[in-house]
């Protein structure tokens, strides 16, 4: 009984350990982060900096949620890795390493693990990419059109993409006047155009955006060394 007994503390101890240690204690020092905003001109709110606020202002992240069930998270992460730990910067994916308070606005954070294609967390700063800058296949400019594009078909932005095509986010249309500007392809009198999940998915993107400096993680590479 008296070994039952000291096995049963014995368990109980390590629980409540393990839970401090990877729970509590974390929580405490994270749990309350606050986002930190540089008021520059023509910065009037957080939402400025943290784009994402606005959407989870409603409940709901409609671009996020296409992400997620479309898996994207499956081949590219949200995180950029401090300089020591990897070249994501010299990749031209971020200024400075993510921390924990770029994802204070996001209730599922889509950190992802694996890279079988580039981090996104910069996607929508203006400065990512992932080409050398003289690389003559880079595009003039990743917007929504461009991401449309990839999604419909990767290979024709990158004969060498492992992405796969998401037809099902697009659907056939009469052309009418004229086609869409968001049209990847006419055909005869018709044309494909993205749905509503792809204009969302293109908008979440888009609104990826952590080149913004903070205290704990400073600039590394300055915005106007990326665009060179």
Request: aromatic fraction near 10%; include cysteine.
């Amino acid at each position: 009984m008296e070994k039952q007994s000291t096995l049963f503390t014995g368990i109980f101890g390590a629980f409540i350990i393990s839970c401090g240690v990877m729970v509590l204690l974390p929580s405490s020092q994270i749990g309350a982060l606050q986002p930190q905003v540089t008021w520059d001109e023509g910065q009037n709110s957080p939402s400025d900096v943290y784009p994402v606020k606005l959407e989870n202002a409603l409940g709901r992240r409609p671009g996020q949620s296409v992400y997620a069930e479309n898996g994207c998270f499956y081949c590219h992460t949200q995180q950029v890795r401090d300089p020591q730990y990897g070249a994501d910067m010299e990749r031209g994916w971020g200024v400075r390493r993510t921390v924990a308070r770029d994802y204070i606005f996001q209730s599922v954070p889509l950190l992802g693990s694996t890279r079988l294609g580039p981090d996104l967390a910069n996607f929508g700063s203006g400065t990512w990419r992932n080409e050398h800058h003289d690389d003559r296949r880079a595009p003039a400019k990743r917007d929504a059109a461009w991401i449309y594009k990839h999604l419909y078909s990767p290979k024709s932005n990158f004969p060498d993409s492992n992405c796969p095509p998401y037809p099902y986010l697009f659907e056939r249309k009469d052309v009418g006047g004229q086609p869409s500007p968001d049209a990847v392809a006419v055909e005869g009198n018709h044309q494909v155009v993205p749905t509503a999940d792809a204009r969302n998915l293109a908008k979440y993107l888009l609104s990826l955006n952590s080149s913004h400096e903070l205290k704990e993680s400073p600039t590394v590479i300055k915005p106007k060394e990326a665009k060179k």
